[in-house]
């Protein structure tokens, strides 16, 4: 049959996805009812459906942050749902398997605008830190396959010499944390971290964290260094993992994600770890800067090339 051979060609499906998509993306609509994207082109006009998008956006994290937190550690099949995606990224995929598109399993993120970055990569370079490895490091390779980046991969519970991904990544054996803590000397802080490796001024265009449990210690002080304006970061793709001790009320939810908006991130994707924790004790969230995303978004909306 014609549909049947119609989809056998990859090129073709991709471009019926692509047209369902943008077709989604038309459909926007603002609280009013109004079409968002009623107009697009250059100047003014794209300039003023960015600005809508981003008020939408606004909208929908006012609304989160004007809820009230009254679950419990009991509840915890629910414990999640108050934190929902509040951005769209018109070029976001699952990203990080070995063939582009088909990123399946454990290892893949969420990830926006995947070849605005690797343009970026060939006019200016761009730089990924992976937090968290176990040696498995199918993102890093997807990374530099697709995109071209500089890439960093930190973990202390693998020895230099055992990790496996030295054609693909630097490794350090460090862990990020805190300068001096209790910890040892092989953990640092984000701000260490980026001065030691010469990256002071440069934008970290993704900061990949899976660290089983440690991601709030980390991502606190980065979070504060990122408003601050001392650090800057596009995009984070990382796993939250409930605990016992983390979350039991509501609180470190709270701060975590009070702490990512002071840092101008929007959440635009979530996804529950199927393949562990239960099913729902694990939760990987995708986080994009405000700035970032309205350039990856203005790449549709204004016809930037």
């Known amino acids: 049959m014609p549909s049947s051979r119609l989809f056998r060609t990859p090129m073709l499906a991709l471009v019926l996805i692509g047209a369902v998509n943008l077709f989604a993306v038309l459909q926007l609509r603002d609280q009013g009812g109004n079409k968002l994207l009623k107009v697009a082109g250059t100047g003014s006009d794209c300039e003023s459906t960015l600005d809508k998008l981003d008020e939408q956006f606004n909208a929908r994290r006012k609304a ?5 937190t009254t679950l419990t550690y009991k509840e915890q099949r629910t414990f999640w749902d108050k934190y929902e995606p509040e951005a769209i990224c018109f070029d976001d995929e699952r990203f990080g398997g070995s063939v582009r598109y088909k990123s399946i399993g454990d290892g893949p993120k969420f990830v926006c605008g995947v070849d605005f970055i690797a343009k970026k990569a060939k006019n200016e370079g761009c730089l990924v830190y ?52 209790e910890l040892g000397p092989s953990y640092k802080s984000a701000a260490t971290v980026i001065k030691e490796l010469g990256h002071t001024g440069r934008a970290i265009d993704i900061f990949k ?35 016992e001790g983390f979350a039991s009320d509501g609180a470190a939810l709270e ?18 770890n199927q393949w562990g924790c239960q099913g729902y004790r694990c939760l990987e969230y995708s986080l994009v800067n405000e700035k970032f995303l309205r350039d990856v978004n203005g790449k549709y909306v204004c016809h930037r090339v």
């Open 64 to 68: 989160r942050q004007e809820t009230s």
């Open 130 to 181: 992976s937090v968290g490895s176990n040696n498995d490091i199918s993102f890093e390779k997807a990374v530099k396959a697709h995109m071209g980046c500089e890439i960093h991969t930190f973990d202390p519970t693998v020895p230099e010499a055992n990790f496996v991904g030295h054609d693909v990544a630097t490794f350090h054996e460090w862990g990020f944390g805190e300068d001096n803590s």
């Open 209 to 243: 964290i899976d660290c089983e449990g440690c991601e709030v210690m980390v991502m606190a002080p980065l979070l504060e260094s990122i408003a601050n304006g001392d650090v800057q970061v596009n995009q984070v793709q990382i796993e939250l993992h409930q605990l």
């Open 255 to 272: 701060n975590f994600f009070g702490a990512v908006d002071k840092a101008n991130f929007r959440i635009f994707h979530k996804e529950r």
